[in-house]
């Protein structure tokens, strides 16, 4: 089964407009990624969060890590049509050395 | 720097059949990662390998296996192909698991 769970599973927002995805866990984690995909193509890596960290940013993205409610939150602002694409969150587990993905949220952006 | 690189991209098998994929890590990177991706199971981990060594295994039977070689480039093994099969794999390398992992194009395999 998957440890992350992303919501929602499907998203559908104008361009310029922001976009915000969510995503649970069920253990304790070392760290928490997000990744992007492209329509049948490899995942790009967008941003880590370790566990001891609250916020990150990266560019127009901005990713919080809450471990009391076990969950983050994936902020894309000002969004692209070229932001079109499904989004995973993934989880290294404490004690286990693979990184375990979610079921991912599809963003489409409408021009 | 050159990126992650699998071969094939694409192909076609028939049920029975076994098959092998390549995986060539970028270069420096020790951890190499499978996945396995369908449209009703999303990604699943297959197997992890650092240095040679199978670190962890995902949830898959004995028919999918893999290596790693001295030179980090890894292959990953089906055999007997089901259709349940057809899928995109994924294959991943990084400095190590928790690193942020940098993902090859994939190869889609279709069983028939």
């Known amino acids: 089964s998957q440890q992350g769970e992303e919501d929602p599973q499907a998203l559908s927002i104008q361009e310029g407009e922001n976009a915000t995805m969510n995503c649970s866990y069920k253990?304790?984690?070392?760290?928490l990624q997000w990744y992007r995909q492209n329509s049948g193509r490899g995942l790009v890596h967008l941003i880590l969060?370790?566990?001891?960290?609250r916020e990150k940013h990266s560019g127009r993205l901005r990713v919080t890590l809450d471990t009391s409610k076990k969950s983050s939150s994936l902020l894309i602002t000002a969004s692209r049509a070229a932001d079109t694409a499904s989004y995973f969150c993934?989880?290294?587990?404490?004690?286990?050395?693979?990184?375990?993905f979610g079921q991912g949220t599809r963003l489409t952006i409408n021009p | 720097k050159a990126g992650v690189t699998q071969t094939p991209r694409y192909l076609i098998k028939t049920r029975g059949q076994q098959v092998t994929l390549s995986c060539s890590p970028i270069?420096?990177?020790?951890?190499v990662s499978w996945y396995q991706q369908t449209p009703g199971q999303g990604l699943q981990f297959l197997f992890e390998?650092?240095?040679?060594?199978?670190?962890n295994k995902g949830n898959f039977p004995g028919r999918f296996s893999g290596r790693q070689f001295s030179n980090s480039r890894s292959e990953m093994n089906v055999s007997t192909l089901e259709l349940g099969d057809s899928a995109l794999y994924l294959c991943?390398?990084?400095?190590?698991?928790?690193?942020?992992?940098?993902f090859g194009p994939g190869t889609r395999l279709t069983v028939t």
């Open positions: 390998y650092f240095s040679e060594t199978q670190r």
């Open positions: 969060i370790r566990s001891n960290e």
């Open positions: 991943a390398s990084s400095l190590d698991y928790s690193y942020e992992q940098y």
């Open positions: 993934a989880t290294v587990l404490q004690g286990a050395q693979k990184l375990v």
């Open positions: 270069s420096g990177h020790r951890s």
């Open positions: 253990t304790s984690i070392n760290n």
